[in-house]
């Protein structure tokens, strides 16, 4: 399973991105779950926000450092999930990438597949 992230950029503090995050897999199919991990210099890798496939409920999780301000969505048609990343701080500087397990309930650490990072950059 290949995943494409896009849609990283240079932004102020307050404003909002849109990540993107498309997979080969025509309708993710056999993939269970789809999330964002980050990583900023200097630091571990983070868990930011994951959705399980529709037959498991599209259900979603947030870290509480992006709750309430990121939303995770995701377009079966367009083999995409999106990261809607609303007032962004400075922390939330960071390369984004998008992950993806063929289990539902996998944790974000043993996620099977991984893309390419995208560089998000917020400035103060």
């Known amino acids: 399973v290949q995943l494409q992230a896009s849609g990283g950029g240079l932004v102020q503090a307050g404003e909002s991105l849109r990540l993107s995050c498309t997979t080969s897999?025509?309708?993710?199919?056999?993939?269970?779950?789809v999330g964002w991990v980050r990583q900023a210099p200097g630091k571990q890798r983070e868990f930011v926000a994951s959705i399980t496939s529709i037959s498991s409920g599209s259900s979603t999780l947030y870290s509480d450092a992006v709750k309430g301000r990121f939303t995770i969505s995701r377009d079966n048609t367009k083999n995409t999930v999106y990261l809607q990343m609303n007032s962004l701080q400075p922390d939330d500087t960071a390369t984004y990438y998008c992950?993806?397990?063929?289990?539902?309930?996998?944790?974000?650490?043993?996620?099977?597949?991984w893309g390419e990072g995208t560089l998000v950059t917020v400035s103060s």
């Open positions: 897999r025509s309708r993710f199919g056999g993939i269970g779950v």
């Open positions: 992950s993806a397990d063929r289990g539902p309930q996998s944790g974000w650490w043993t996620f099977e597949f």
